[in-house]
């Protein structure tokens, strides 16, 4: 058997579908591997390049493969579905992934280290648990409301509705609603505990890491944002500038030009979707309560020139580039008046 050199690895739960090639591009393996089978398989062969769609499990298989020497690369999936040729199946899939990854100009995920995957997850599991505090307490209002009875906006708001609830001081309550609510109300408060004690976990990892220090000294970028940044972008050499991090997050216009024509649209949305969430809430908190970027002369001409919501996304843009130069170069934030 002629020697593999490129290897594409269709994931799944239990079954693995690989497709390998040497070096003059002809097909030398298409099999079908057990989940028990994958490590023996790549273990019996020599160093040679992996392709991996960037799904889950992607980065676990990606560290254990590199252990056995291996050369491995993560594709984001958008990039594998234009080489698959006709119908999908696996083997479509693992022979696309094997064509895209010796593609010169692919581009490629970082791998993460299973810290930072950890330090991922402690906030997909923070946003969840805020998404289900959230719903609670909607669901806690809305049935008050039938009941005539309306708190402000705000959670801070709900402590009072919690407190008419458990304590019976609201005689509209009828008490079997009552019974029902307190449980709504029960929950909310577990809920938020919860958030807490991950807040407290998220706050020692952004403690204990230099990287995050160094982004929480810009404006608009707290320990949440910059422990997030932290995790989610590994290596910041993977991106040639701030505005392709910038372009990564979706935070510059959408392109729809040609013949010379150039025609922008609203921002492009694409990539992380949670990162990009947290640095525009992150920017509107700068406009309001900072006070360099209430000072900032280009700040002032974008607001006196565009209406606040733009210039809030275009200030998150403007924060991406310099967090990518943050953790480029490796320094603290300068203000442009410090640094000259």
Not at 67 to 88: F, S
Not at 115 to 123: E, G, P
Request: charged content about 25%; glycine content about 8%; aromatic content about 6%.
């Amino acid at each position: 058997m002629k020697e593999i050199t490129t290897i594409g690895l269709d994931l799944a739960k239990n079954v693995f579908q690989v497709h390998g090639i040497d070096e003059s591009g002809q097909v030398v393996v298409r099999k079908q591997l057990r989940r028990a089978q994958v490590f023996g398989f790549f273990a019996g062969l020599p160093r040679c390049v992996v392709g991996l769609e960037a799904r889950a499990t992607a980065h676990h298989w990606a560290r254990e493969l590199r252990a056995l020497g291996h050369d491995v690369r993560l594709i984001p999936p958008n990039y594998v579905k234009a080489y698959v040729k006709r119908n999908k199946n696996d083997a479509a899939d693992a022979e696309a992934i094997c064509e895209a990854v010796q593609r010169p100009a692919m581009r490629f995920v970082p791998v993460k280290t299973a810290d930072q995957q950890a330090t991922v997850m402690l906030h997909r599991a923070r946003e969840l648990l805020v998404r289900q505090r959230t719903m609670l307490v909607n669901a806690l209002r809305g049935h008050l409301a039938e009941f005539g009875i309306v708190a402000a906006k705000g959670l801070h708001k709900v402590e009072g509705l919690i407190e008419i609830v458990k304590h019976g001081s609201d005689d509209r309550v009828p008490d079997a609603a009552r019974r029902v609510l307190i449980v709504i109300a029960n929950l909310i408060g577990d809920v938020g505990k919860k958030i807490a004690t991950l807040e407290a976990q998220i706050l020692a990892w952004y403690k204990s890491h230099a990287t995050c220090r160094r982004l929480a000294t810009i404006p608009g970028i707290g320990p949440m944002i910059a422990t997030a940044i932290a995790a989610a972008v590994p290596d910041p050499s993977a991106f040639r500038n701030g505005r392709e991090f910038a372009a990564w997050l979706g935070l510059v216009p959408k392109q729809n030009s040609t013949g010379g024509k150039l025609r922008l649209g609203g921002i492009s949305k694409r990539g992380n979707g949670y990162l990009r969430r947290l640095l525009i809430n992150g920017a509107h908190t700068a406009l309001y309560w900072s006070k360099a970027a209430k000072a900032d002369p280009w700040m002032i001409s974008l607001r006196a020139r565009k209406h606040r919501l733009v210039a809030t996304v275009a200030l998150a843009n403007k924060t991406a580039r310099i967090a990518w130069a943050v953790m480029s170069k490796e320094q603290t934030y300068r203000q442009r008046g410090a640094a000259a």
